[in-house]
Nanobody, 124 residues
Protein backbone atom coordinates (compact mmCIF):
# COMPACT_ATOMS: atom_id res chain seq x y z
CA UNK A 1 0.00 0.00 0.00
CA UNK A 2 1.16 3.53 -0.70
CA UNK A 3 2.99 5.37 2.09
CA UNK A 4 2.30 9.07 2.63
CA UNK A 5 4.51 11.66 4.31
CA UNK A 6 3.41 15.24 5.00
CA UNK A 7 5.76 18.19 5.25
CA UNK A 8 5.76 21.97 5.30
CA UNK A 9 3.97 22.64 8.56
CA UNK A 10 5.09 25.34 10.93
CA UNK A 11 4.20 28.51 12.78
CA UNK A 12 2.52 31.35 10.95
CA UNK A 13 0.75 34.52 12.03
CA UNK A 14 -2.97 34.96 11.47
CA UNK A 15 -3.61 36.27 7.98
CA UNK A 16 -0.51 34.60 6.61
CA UNK A 17 -0.08 31.77 4.14
CA UNK A 18 1.45 28.33 4.21
CA UNK A 19 1.64 25.43 1.78
CA UNK A 20 1.93 21.87 3.03
CA UNK A 21 2.84 18.87 0.91
CA UNK A 22 2.20 15.15 0.82
CA UNK A 23 4.68 12.81 -0.84
CA UNK A 24 3.75 9.26 -1.79
CA UNK A 25 6.12 6.33 -1.97
CA UNK A 26 5.77 2.63 -2.62
CA UNK A 27 3.07 3.24 -5.17
CA UNK A 28 1.46 5.69 -7.54
CA UNK A 29 -1.24 8.25 -6.77
CA UNK A 30 -2.71 7.63 -10.18
CA UNK A 31 -6.48 7.02 -10.05
CA UNK A 32 -6.55 7.59 -6.29
CA UNK A 33 -8.60 10.44 -4.92
CA UNK A 34 -6.76 12.32 -2.19
CA UNK A 35 -7.88 14.20 0.87
CA UNK A 36 -6.61 16.45 3.62
CA UNK A 37 -7.92 16.13 7.16
CA UNK A 38 -6.98 17.95 10.34
CA UNK A 39 -7.17 17.30 14.05
CA UNK A 40 -6.99 19.96 16.73
CA UNK A 41 -6.13 19.10 20.36
CA UNK A 42 -9.04 17.37 22.07
CA UNK A 43 -11.08 17.19 18.88
CA UNK A 44 -11.88 14.56 16.28
CA UNK A 45 -10.19 14.39 12.93
CA UNK A 46 -12.18 16.48 10.46
CA UNK A 47 -12.35 16.70 6.70
CA UNK A 48 -10.67 19.70 5.08
CA UNK A 49 -10.36 19.15 1.33
CA UNK A 50 -10.34 16.45 -1.32
CA UNK A 51 -9.37 16.13 -4.97
CA UNK A 52 -10.32 13.55 -7.58
CA UNK A 53 -7.66 11.40 -9.22
CA UNK A 54 -7.58 13.49 -12.39
CA UNK A 55 -7.64 16.77 -10.46
CA UNK A 56 -10.84 17.99 -12.07
CA UNK A 57 -13.02 17.99 -8.99
CA UNK A 58 -12.28 19.55 -5.61
CA UNK A 59 -14.28 19.67 -2.42
CA UNK A 60 -13.73 21.82 0.68
CA UNK A 61 -15.25 22.12 4.09
CA UNK A 62 -17.17 25.40 4.34
CA UNK A 63 -14.79 26.95 6.85
CA UNK A 64 -11.87 26.91 4.37
CA UNK A 65 -13.65 27.66 1.09
CA UNK A 66 -12.04 30.60 -0.65
CA UNK A 67 -8.93 30.35 1.51
CA UNK A 68 -7.48 26.87 0.89
CA UNK A 69 -6.61 25.25 -2.43
CA UNK A 70 -5.86 21.58 -2.95
CA UNK A 71 -3.82 20.41 -5.93
CA UNK A 72 -1.92 17.36 -7.10
CA UNK A 73 0.84 16.33 -9.44
CA UNK A 74 0.37 12.67 -10.27
CA UNK A 75 3.61 12.47 -12.25
CA UNK A 76 5.52 13.46 -9.09
CA UNK A 77 3.22 11.60 -6.69
CA UNK A 78 2.62 14.81 -4.76
CA UNK A 79 -0.42 16.48 -3.24
CA UNK A 80 -0.49 20.04 -1.91
CA UNK A 81 -2.66 22.20 0.28
CA UNK A 82 -2.17 25.93 -0.14
CA UNK A 83 -3.55 27.78 2.86
CA UNK A 84 -4.18 31.51 2.70
CA UNK A 85 -5.67 34.00 5.16
CA UNK A 86 -4.97 31.60 7.98
CA UNK A 87 -6.95 31.87 11.20
CA UNK A 88 -6.10 30.70 14.69
CA UNK A 89 -8.85 28.11 14.41
CA UNK A 90 -6.92 26.49 11.55
CA UNK A 91 -4.34 25.31 14.09
CA UNK A 92 -4.18 21.52 13.92
CA UNK A 93 -2.20 18.53 12.79
CA UNK A 94 -2.88 18.11 9.09
CA UNK A 95 -3.04 14.63 7.56
CA UNK A 96 -3.12 13.58 3.94
CA UNK A 97 -4.93 10.43 2.93
CA UNK A 98 -5.43 8.29 -0.16
CA UNK A 99 -8.65 6.61 -1.21
CA UNK A 100 -9.26 3.76 -3.61
CA UNK A 101 -12.14 5.81 -5.00
CA UNK A 102 -11.46 7.97 -8.02
CA UNK A 103 -13.76 10.80 -6.94
CA UNK A 104 -13.85 12.97 -3.83
CA UNK A 105 -15.21 11.94 -0.46
CA UNK A 106 -15.65 13.62 2.92
CA UNK A 107 -15.86 10.34 4.78
CA UNK A 108 -12.65 9.25 6.46
CA UNK A 109 -13.76 5.62 6.18
CA UNK A 110 -13.25 5.79 2.41
CA UNK A 111 -9.53 6.52 2.82
CA UNK A 112 -7.17 3.57 3.02
CA UNK A 113 -3.74 5.16 3.54
CA UNK A 114 -2.78 7.94 5.96
CA UNK A 115 0.28 10.03 6.61
CA UNK A 116 1.68 10.82 10.05
CA UNK A 117 0.63 14.45 9.93
CA UNK A 118 2.32 17.84 10.00
CA UNK A 119 1.67 20.50 12.62
CA UNK A 120 0.28 23.86 11.55
CA UNK A 121 0.10 26.52 14.25
CA UNK A 122 -1.49 29.90 13.59
CA UNK A 123 -0.73 32.61 16.13
CA UNK A 124 -2.79 35.73 16.80
Amino acid sequence: QVQLVESGGGLVQAGGSLTISCAASGGSLGRLSMGWFRQAPGKERDFVAAISWHGGRMDYVDSVKGRFSISRDNAKNMVYLQMNSLKTEDTAVYFCAASLQSTTSRRDTTYRSWGQGTQVTVSS
